[in-house]
């Protein structure tokens, strides 16, 4: 599904991402760890096309396509989507206007017709359900004053709704209490099927008890060091970082 | 350059596409301004002895006054005798079919979802007598007398009405008011004219476009509403059609007159052209309106929304005499390109417990800019007057500018003012987390300026509020990238 090959990137003329290789085939659960400042959200943001972010070397294919070549709002519609570690306010932009006009763009790109308002509505129902947000925050503005919480759940919700292929989740796990953990996780776990791929960032082997992956990656300044199964997760938390820091000195 | 600076650079180098040219016989004075040109256009109108005079002495009075130059905007001198100050629009060339009128017009009147029928008067098509009998405007004027309820333009009721104009008009804006406001009352052409005696409810709101022969937009456009005690009416002054003038300089007066337990909600939403991408060629519209809450109870509303002209100087006010009388004023003003903005309103607060809310959204793009202007007065015997003023600016791009003027002046203790004033951008990391939703970013422009807008387009009346969606998505067009 994803294949990213030797891929460097700059910001500010800055390069953060120094040689990244991943595959990332379809039922697949990707977890990316790392110390902080190490690249992760970067690597996130370049999937997804944030114009700062500069591409100098490599590539990024997605379904067979040359992902790096689409505009981000094309990105979208593919089926590539970015939980946001820090989530933007849209003041005054309605939340539930806002999420039909996402998934409009998304079938309008393959060619289904709208999904009417009514249809909207109860399918939006379903799918606040999994992840138990109240009614009242889609009524406000997209994550206007929303607590951090909730803007967490908002970004898990707009998934379900957008039901992508590729889900990329950059740290959606921080910021949540025990009960938003779970309920977060279950509606991954919701999204998780054959045909589609997850690749979660996080800093905690918590979330991974819930969301299980099948690759675990340590990200260390801007590469790859160490991958391994759900067992490097429990190694990581046992050992912090420093050790695979230590593996990279003397591999170099 | 990231998408949203290319938005911006396309927003700041969209051109008007609405503006049309009608060429049309007209019966015009030489240019140039006298007391013998004043007597001939009241003549010409077949105005009443008084009318003459109040005209004169405006412009005797107009005479001994300045340009104000206050304004943040600037503009080349203004040479007034180079003005034609009289020019009757004669009969429309009729067209048999609206496949005979302007197809950008006619593309324009779609994209604003104006009703075939109504596009066809707009256009001046030839409107058959079978449907004529049945058309809105019969009816709905009908519907109006049996109501008691005046509605006409300001020619004919100064034939018609003569004394019921005579008590009111002048009677907000005195023809010694300001520079534009005395040259309007010397010269003004035409306008509207909306009476709505006691205890009546105007059943529908009442708009320019029900005018009949009023599709021709003057120069110098003088309207004048009142609503008697316990009445109620909304008029919408509709300028959504698209207006290209040969005329640079339009300077009209609105005066409405609310009397005990009476509401006036005056909702405006105004498209003129702007003027190239250099602003040559544009309108400069210097606008006196004001409202005067003059029973208790009574309520004035302004609600507009500005997306047009070259120079908009601007300031619709309530005067709030009547004791418990609410002011309110909803603006959006979107500038553009090289389109200059001085608007906002002024509260005078006379009447006891008498409140007022300012709620001012400007948008500027390209090299525009936008300046809020807005005054509170609480006079000394305004006790427990209130007023919550709140201004906020976006700015589109980063050459574009955004000012706020707020001028207060309390004169009784009791009163509470509050003001607020935010400037915001529409961040790169907004348009971003859009796009990662799959909207492009000139939809994501457009999600973004609908939202901040929210609050004034609610205050319009539904039809026009779509309207006044449309027109902002039309200025905002043009950036897919
Ligand atoms: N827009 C930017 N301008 C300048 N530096 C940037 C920018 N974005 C990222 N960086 C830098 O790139 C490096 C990697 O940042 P990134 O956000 O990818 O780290 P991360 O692994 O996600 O960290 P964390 O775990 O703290 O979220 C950091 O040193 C950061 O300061
Ligand atoms: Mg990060």
Redesign the pocket.
């Known amino acids: 599904m994803l294949e990213i090959r030797n891929l460097h990137a700059s910001?500010?003329e800055?390069e953060?991402l120094k040689g990244i290789s991943l595959k990332v085939n379809a039922g697949e659960v990707h977890a990316i760890m790392?110390p902080?400042?190490?690249?992760?959200?970067?690597l996130a943001n370049v999937l997804a096309g944030r114009p700062?972010y500069r591409v100098t070397v490599g590539e990024a294919k997605f379904e067979g396509k040359d992902l790096l070549a689409m505009l981000p709002e094309v990105r979208a519609r593919e089926g590539v989507f970015l939980a946001f570690?820090y989530p933007v306010e849209l003041p005054g932009v309605n939340n539930t206007t806002f999420l039909r006009t996402a998934l409009n763009e998304a079938r309008k790109y393959k060619n289904q017709p709208e999904i009417s308002a009514g249809a909207f509505l109860s399918m939006l129902k379903k799918k606040m359900q999994v992840v138990e947000m109240p009614d009242t925050l889609l009524s406000r503005a997209v994550n206007e004053g929303f607590s951090g919480g909730e803007k967490k759940r908002n970004e898990i919700l707009q998934m379900a709704v957008l039901e992508p292929k590729l889900a990329i989740l950059d740290?959606t796990d921080s910021g949540l209490d025990i009960d938003a953990l779970r309920i977060v996780a279950n509606g991954v776990n919701k999204l998780r099927a054959k045909d589609n791929a997850i690749i979660v960032v996080t800093?905690y082997q918590r979330l991974l008890n819930y969301i299980v992956p099948d690759f675990v990656h340590v990200?260390y300044n801007g590469r790859i060091v160490k991958s391994g199964d759900k067992e490097l997760a429990l190694e990581l938390e046992d050992k912090g970082y420093d050790w695979v820091k230590d593996e990279t000195v003397t591999a170099q | 350059m990231s998408n949203s600076e290319l938005t911006v650079e396309k927003l700041a180098n969209e051109q008007y596409k609405y503006g049309f040219v009608t060429e049309i016989e007209t019966d015009k004075l030489p240019k140039g301004l006298n007391e013998d040109v004043i007597r001939l256009i009241s003549e010409k109108k077949n105005e009443p002895a008084w009318m003459t005079e109040w005209r004169l002495k405006a412009y005797k009075h107009w005479l001994t006054m300045k340009e104000p130059h206050w304004s943040n905007v600037k503009y080349n001198p203004i040479d007034y005798q180079d003005i034609i100050y009289y020019s009757a629009p004669k009969k429309k060339p009729t067209l048999n079919s609206l496949d005979d009128a302007d197809p950008e017009l006619v593309k324009a009147f779609e994209k604003l979802g104006i009703p075939i029928e109504e596009q066809k008067r707009l256009a001046g098509v030839a409107v058959d007598a079978v449907f004529d009998s049945v058309s809105v405007a019969t009816t709905f004027k009908e519907k109006l007398s049996e109501l008691g309820i005046i509605f006409c333009s300001m020619s004919e009721a100064l034939q018609k009405y003569p004394e019921l104009v005579r008590k009111y008009l002048g009677s907000v804006v005195p023809y010694t008011d300001n520079f534009y406001a005395s040259l309007n009352s010397a010269v003004f052409s035409d306008g509207s004219f909306a009476f709505v005696p006691k205890g009546v409810r105007c059943p529908m709101e009442l708009s320019t476009y029900f005018r009949i022969n009023a599709s021709e937009t003057g120069q110098f456009e003088r309207t004048l509403i009142v609503a008697e005690e316990g009445a109620y009416v909304s008029y919408l002054e509709g300028c959504t059609a698209p207006i290209r003038d040969t005329n640079q300089l339009h300077a009209a007066v609105v005066e409405l007159v609310a009397l005990d337990n009476a509401e006036i909600k005056y909702s405006t939403v105004q498209n003129w052209y702007p003027g190239d991408k250099d602003g040559k060629g544009g309108i400069y519209n210097f606008v006196t309106k004001r409202g005067a809450c003059r029973g208790i109870n009574s309520k004035i509303s302004w609600t507009q929304v500005e997306t047009g002209s070259a120079i908009t100087w601007k300031y619709p006010s309530c005067i709030l005499q009547g004791d418990n009388s609410v002011g309110e004023f909803y603006s959006v003003a979107m500038t553009n390109n090289m389109q200059q903005a001085d608007t906002g309103t002024k509260m005078i607060h006379i009447g006891k417990n008498t409140r007022s809310t300012i709620i001012s959204k400007g948008i500027s793009a390209g090299r525009s800019n936008n300046s809020y202007r807005g005054q509170v007065r609480i006079t000394k015997k305004a006790d427990n007057a209130r007023n919550y003023s709140q201004c906020d600016s976006l700015l589109i791009g980063d050459k574009c500018g955004a000012h706020t003027f707020p001028y207060l002046e309390t004169n009784n203790p009791t009163a509470q003012v509050e003001h607020e004033a935010t400037t915001s951008k529409i961040g790169t990391d907004q348009i971003f987390y859009l796009n990662q939703r799959g909207i492009s970013t000139e939809d994501a422009v457009r999600l973004i300026v609908n939202g901040y807008c929210k609050e004034v387009f609610k205050q319009l009346p539904m039809e026009f509020a779509v309207e006044a969606t449309r027109l902002l998505s039309m200025s905002l067009e043009g950036s897919v990238g």
């Open positions: 910001v500010e800055k953060i790392g902080n400042g190490s690249g992760k959200s970067t700062e570690q740290e800093h990200l």
